[in-house]
């Protein structure tokens, strides 16, 4: 199994080397990728990416590819040869998350890395806009800058859950920030 996620394409090439390795190493093995969300860029690079990674799993004999959204599925049904399934992003088969709290304010989840949509003069701007009508605004993020030893992620995955679930409204352009609100019940303004 390969772990699934928004990592397939050049925008990672960490992921994609580490799926590359396993894939090659295996390539008549039964190899599972998890559901992705796919994209390469328009670069050179990119399509010098997608140009490998097409050969790749075409050599792969018993590889099969999960999307996790339509957008993806209907790429990888047109680029890959492979069998293509689309899936729901896995943590949309956790049960409700809510929690026994009284909700105030609002949770800002807006991503600060390469694929952020927004500048710093935005998301201020968000945030000026947001503290006019509520009272208590907090910004939470969905990502450990640390590696979290494998017997705490559950309670860490916890904490964000109930801060989520603390929130009147959450604010986000993360994939993952909308789920989470769905799964606890939250309100959601998707960027």
Same mark, same amino acid.
């Given at each position: 199994?390969?772990?699934?996620?928004? =990592?397939?394409?050049?925008?990672?090439?960490? $992921?994609?080397?580490?799926?590359?390795?396993? @894939?090659? *190493?295996?390539?008549?093995? *039964?190899?599972?990728?998890?559901?992705?969300?796919?994209?390469?860029?328009?670069? *050179?690079?990119? @399509?010098?990416?997608?140009?490998?990674?097409?050969?790749?799993?075409?050599?792969?004999? =018993?590889?099969? !590819?999960?999307?996790?959204?339509?957008?993806?599925?209907?790429?990888?049904? =047109?680029?890959?040869?492979?069998?293509?399934?689309? #899936?729901?992003?896995?943590? !949309?088969?956790?049960?409700?998350?809510?929690?026994?709290?009284?909700?105030?304010? /609002?949770?800002?989840?807006?991503?600060?890395?390469?694929?952020? *949509?927004?500048?710093?003069?935005?998301?201020?701007?968000?945030?000026?806009?947001?503290?006019?009508?509520?009272?208590? /605004?907090?910004?939470?993020?969905?990502?450990?800058?640390?590696?979290?030893? @494998?017997?705490?992620?559950?309670?860490?995955?916890?904490? /964000?859950?109930?801060?989520?679930? $603390?929130?009147?409204?959450?604010?986000?352009?993360?994939?993952?920030? #909308?789920?989470?609100? #769905?799964?606890?019940?939250?309100?959601?303004?998707?960027?």
């Amino acid at each position: 199994l390969l772990q699934g996620g928004g =990592n397939l394409g050049d925008v990672y090439s960490d $992921q994609q080397r580490i799926r590359k390795k396993i @894939i090659s *190493a295996f390539p008549h093995n *039964a190899i599972i990728l998890m559901p992705q969300t796919m994209y390469f860029s328009e670069t *050179a690079e990119g @399509i010098k990416v997608l140009t490998e990674t097409v050969k790749l799993f075409k050599e792969s004999s =018993n590889l099969i !590819l999960f999307a996790r959204e339509q957008f993806s599925y209907e790429k990888m049904i =047109n680029v890959f040869s492979n069998k293509v399934y689309i #899936v729901p992003d896995i943590v !949309l088969s956790l049960s409700n998350k809510s929690y026994e709290e009284k909700r105030k304010g /609002v949770g800002i989840c807006i991503r600060k890395d390469k694929e952020g *949509a927004l500048n710093s003069s935005e998301f201020e701007y968000i945030i000026s806009k947001v503290e006019k009508f509520f009272e208590n /605004v907090c910004v939470i993020d969905t990502i450990e800058n640390e590696n979290v030893h @494998i017997e705490d992620r559950e309670s860490r995955l916890e904490n /964000v859950w109930r801060k989520f679930s $603390q929130k009147e409204l959450i604010i986000t352009d993360r994939l993952h920030g #909308v789920i989470f609100a #769905v799964i606890t019940n939250t309100p959601c303004i998707a960027l």
